[in-house]
């Protein structure tokens, strides 16, 4: 795995890949900062034309011109549990949101709530799928890894708040 820390006017946003598919995605903030840390990785020489197209589209992003990250991309783990959260929050719309309770419904266990808030904290590859999309049955916003005052810019972003 490459490592690439990408500078934004929005936040420092580290970048591993495998050479063709991102395979994480972590703020410079939160939680990420130790998930980060417990990944093996070689930290790239030089910025790949895979990883300029990941900036330029983050950028994008960041300013309200991209709604959709266009990013080959992979899990590297993950419980068939997990995979199934997961796959729910790659089909959250833009500018949407769902709640944990929403999501264990859909997973067909009600009551598997605070399993899924583990899981979606577990997600390595933030923005691409929208764990930021996911929130309290109250409304508010609880828990991210990136921390929540990311949450909440990136909720800003796409209008949602």
């Known amino acids: 795995m490459w490592h690439n820390l990408v500078e934004t006017d929005f936040a420092q946003i580290h970048l591993l890949t495998d050479g063709e598919c991102l395979v994480g995605l972590f703020f410079n903030s939160g939680k990420h900062k130790t998930m980060l840390s417990n990944i093996k990785y070689d930290v790239a020489q030089g910025r790949s034309e895979f990883v300029r197209d990941v900036s330029c589209q983050l950028q994008e992003y960041f300013v309200g011109r991209r709604n959709k990250l266009e990013v080959p991309y992979k899990f590297l783990s993950g419980t068939e549990f997990q995979?199934?959260?997961?796959?729910?929050?790659?089909?959250?719309?833009?500018?949407?949101?769902?709640?944990?309770?929403?999501?264990?419904?859909?997973?067909?266990?009600?009551?598997?709530?605070?399993?899924?808030?583990?899981?979606?904290?577990?997600?390595?590859?933030?923005?691409?799928?929208?764990?930021?999309?996911?929130?309290?049955?109250?409304?508010?916003?609880?828990?991210?890894?990136?921390?929540?005052?990311?949450k909440e810019r990136l909720l800003e972003v796409e209008g949602v708040l």
């Open 83 to 150: 995979r199934k959260v997961w796959c729910i929050l790659e089909n959250i719309p833009y500018g949407s949101t769902k709640t944990y309770k929403q999501i264990s419904e859909e997973i067909g266990n009600p009551k598997a709530v605070r399993a899924v808030a583990n899981a979606v904290g577990k997600n390595a590859l933030s923005i691409i799928v929208p764990c930021h999309r996911v929130i309290g049955l109250d409304g508010k916003l609880h828990g991210y890894a990136g921390g929540v005052s990311m």
